[in-house]
T-cell receptor
């Protein structure tokens, strides 16, 4: 079945560490996204990528980095510069129709990151 | 810039009762509108979407939503709620932004279903 796989489901980070969250999709979608979810704040966009080897900052990119070397993969690194990384991280993908809109996101099941 | 308001943070309904979740948006042109559902600890699932055409949109799991331009609303409805509908519901609006469609989510409405 086609879908998005996020791993790990739970991740613990020590102060000063960088950690990488994995996101893989087999939907053949061009566009991929990373969102952060905090209670009472909805979803906030961290980074997005519309094609391989290209990505753009979202609304809260500081302290995060991404890469898009393959169409299927869009890993997110939470760096030590991110001061409050404890959150639920969601990866999504969509068919990219540029400014003609899209059909909606397919989401992964998320990674819960906790600073210890 | 677009915005989304979900005025109800929590809603409690009895099983079998009807449901309406409110969503208001702000955007200058015709927006793309979405409703998503999220079970605890899981990702979001797309319930339905509106792009154009018929303003009453049918989705999965027996949900529907109606786009009302005059009220800038896109309320989600279900005639009879089941216990399995207990979840958090997010309204989202998409708007064109320089070759990319930016999607903004509301803060969510948590639905509790009582027997």
């Amino acid at each position: 079945d086609g879908g998005i796989t996020q791993s790990p489901k739970y991740l613990f980070r020590k102060e000063g560490q960088n950690v990488t969250l994995s996101c893989e999709q087999n939907l053949n979608h061009d566009a991929m996204y990373w969102y952060r979810q905090d209670p009472g704040q909805g979803l906030r966009l961290i980074y997005y990528s519309q094609i391989v080897n290209d990505f753009q900052k979202g609304d809260i990119a500081e302290g995060y980095s991404v890469s898009r070397e393959k169409k299927e993969s869009f890993p997110l690194t939470v760096t030590s510069a991110q001061k409050n990384p404890t959150a639920f991280y969601l990866c999504a993908s969509s068919i990219d129709r540029g400014d003609r809109g899209h059909y909606g996101y397919t989401f992964g099941s998320g990674t819960r990151l906790t600073v210890v | 810039a677009q915005s989304v308001t979900q005025p109800d943070i929590h809603i409690t309904v009895s099983e079998g009762a009807s449901l309406e979740l409110r969503c208001n948006y702000s955007y200058g042109a015709t927006p793309y509108l979405f409703w998503y559902v999220q079970s605890p600890g899981q990702g979001l699932q797309l319930l339905l979407k509106y792009f154009s055409g018929d303003t009453l949109v049918q989705g999965i799991k027996g949900f529907e939503a109606e786009f009302k331009r005059s009220q800038s609303s896109f309320n989600l409805r279900k005639p009879s709620v089941h216990w399995s509908d207990a979840a958090e519901y997010f309204c989202a609006v998409g708007a064109n932004s320089g070759g990319y469609q930016k999607v903004t989510f509301g803060i969510g409405t948590k639905l509790q279903v009582i027997p």
